[in-house]
């Protein structure tokens, strides 16, 4: 079962390419529950944001152990621009150097690297993508030969885990409405008990790919690194392209996503600082808290 965190009041907000996330650590004057989730990220309500990053205090050579959580409430596994935002903050309060360092996200151990600058290139290993058939991501039996789940519109759904789930449609020539159509539907599929993020992968070039996301609990987005990640490793594994480096444009900008021959990934991008403040009491007593 679900507990709810408590945090501090202060945020701190950065974006990648337009996919943007506050961050709190842990502390005692804010209770996020997932109607107080939906009012922060509310963009005309409260400080705006695609998600929350919560930070707890590392352990066992962990910088920090992070909770990540949608816009509408619900919390999910991870987020490429929700690590590499929060890389960015614990760089800045000087948890972090210029070294590689680790931090725990549902379990998993991630490795991350801040840049020099103040727009820094952040690299997060990603660890190995699998391209599940059964659960909890995919409803068992869905999966035909080729490995993809074919929806009832006509379109086929490559499944793709990147420690959250993904569905990737290569749709050569897709645009906005198509996006519109499809990614509701994939996203909500049944076959997807949990849910699933979308790629639709519109163009595919020697070294390249451009895409268009409609995330789970967002709906259409300008940017996801686990996003990026997913898309690389579908053409990747697809053989539209060679494991590498691939350079995957979205509407909001282009991540380098190297995929090893074992379907490791490495995602690059940068992270531009927006905003830091607190969460004013008056707001806190309207939103509930006690």
């Known amino acids: 079962?679900?507990?709810?965190?408590?945090?501090?009041?202060?945020?701190?907000?950065?974006?990648?390419?337009?996919?943007?996330?506050?961050?709190?650590?842990?502390?005692?004057?804010?209770?996020?529950?997932?109607?107080?989730?939906?009012?922060?990220?509310?963009?005309?309500?409260?400080?705006?944001?695609?998600?929350?990053?919560?930070?707890?205090?590392?352990?066992?050579?962990?910088?920090?152990?992070?909770?990540?959580?949608?816009?509408?409430?619900?919390?999910?596994?991870?987020?490429?621009?929700?690590?590499?935002?929060?890389?960015?903050?614990?760089?800045?309060?000087?948890?972090?150097?210029?070294?590689?360092?680790?931090?725990?996200?549902?379990?998993?151990?991630?490795?991350?690297?801040?840049?020099?600058?103040?727009?820094p290139t952040v690299r997060v290993d990603?660890?190995?993508?699998?391209?599940?058939?059964?659960?909890?991501?995919?409803?068992?039996?869905?999966?035909?030969?080729?490995?993809?789940?074919?929806?009832?519109?006509?379109v086929e759904a490559l499944p793709v885990a990147v420690g959250n789930p993904h569905a990737v449609v290569f749709g050569p020539g897709w645009g906005r409405v198509d996006l519109a159509r499809v990614g509701p539907l994939v996203s909500g599929h049944a076959s997807f008990p949990e849910g699933t993020n979308v790629q639709i992968v519109h163009e595919v070039g020697d070294r390249s790919l451009s895409i268009l996301i409609w995330e789970r609990g967002v709906g259409r987005t300008t940017a996801s690194g686990t996003s990026a990640c997913a898309a690389a490793a579908a053409a990747v594994c697809t053989h539209r392209i060679a494991s590498g480096p691939v350079d995957v444009t979205m509407e909001g900008g282009s991540f380098r996503v190297t995929v090893d021959e074992s379907f490791r990934v490495v995602l690059e991008g940068p992270v531009e600082a927006v905003c830091s403040g607190w969460v004013d009491e008056r707001w806190r007593l309207w939103a509930g808290e006690p």
């Open 126 to 154: 990603m660890g190995p993508v699998t391209f599940p058939q059964g659960p909890p991501f995919v409803r068992p039996g869905v999966v035909d030969a080729m490995g993809q789940v074919p929806i009832e519109v006509g």
């Open 1 to 119: 079962m679900r507990t709810d965190p408590r945090v501090g009041a202060a945020f701190f907000k950065a974006h990648g390419h337009g996919n943007d996330y506050l961050v709190f650590e842990e502390g005692s004057d804010l209770t996020l529950s997932p109607d107080r989730i939906r009012g922060l990220c509310d963009r005309w309500r409260g400080v705006g944001g695609d998600g929350i990053v919560v930070v707890g205090p590392g352990s066992d050579g962990y910088a920090a152990n992070l909770r990540m959580f949608n816009p509408d409430g619900s919390e999910f596994e991870r987020s490429g621009n929700g690590l590499r935002v929060a890389a960015l903050w614990l760089r800045d309060q000087g948890r972090v150097g210029r070294d590689p360092f680790r931090v725990m996200v549902s379990g998993d151990e991630i490795e991350m690297v801040v840049g020099e600058g103040s727009v």
